[in-house]
Nanobody, 119 residues
Framework: QVQLVESGGGLVQAGGSLRLSCTASGSDFSIASMRWYRQAPGNLRELVATITAGGATTYADSMKGRFTISRDNAKNTLYLQMSSLKPEDTALYYC?????????????WGQGTQVTVHS
């Protein structure tokens, strides 16, 4: 079984930056697309950014120019560099990946890492 573990969340002042990481662990797997989602209290989970295995990226409109998604395939690690953070970016940030195991593609989620932006 493959697990995703996020890290890097925390408390930051508005205008500041944070870098989130998400590392996959397990055996005999490969990763296709990876994504960051976020969910604020009382809100639906929303897609932040996506990166394919080949490195193509897409972003939600409100994150364009402020967030950068990247990955290190050798380390099975996904990143989200967040800058110019706003209080409305406060949320639980989740990593999601499409993972191949034994010829089966499974959508796998991490447990989330909290980001709190104060003004």
């Amino acid at each position: 079984q493959v697990q995703l573990v996020e890290s890097g969340g925390g408390l930051v002042q508005a205008g500041g930056s944070l870098r989130l990481s998400c590392t996959a662990s397990g055996s005999d797997f490969s990763i296709a697309s990876m994504r960051w989602y976020r969910q604020a209290p009382g809100n639906l989970r929303e897609l932040v950014a996506t990166i394919t295995a080949g490195g193509a990226t897409t972003y939600a409109d409100s994150m364009k120019g402020r967030f950068t998604i990247s990955r290190d395939n050798a380390k099975n690690t996904l990143y989200l560099q967040m800058s110019s953070l706003k209080p409305e970016d406060t949320a639980l940030y989740y990593c999601n990946a499409d993972i191949w195991v034994s010829r089966r593609l499974t959508s796998t989620w991490g447990q989330g890492t909290q980001v709190t932006v104060h003004s």
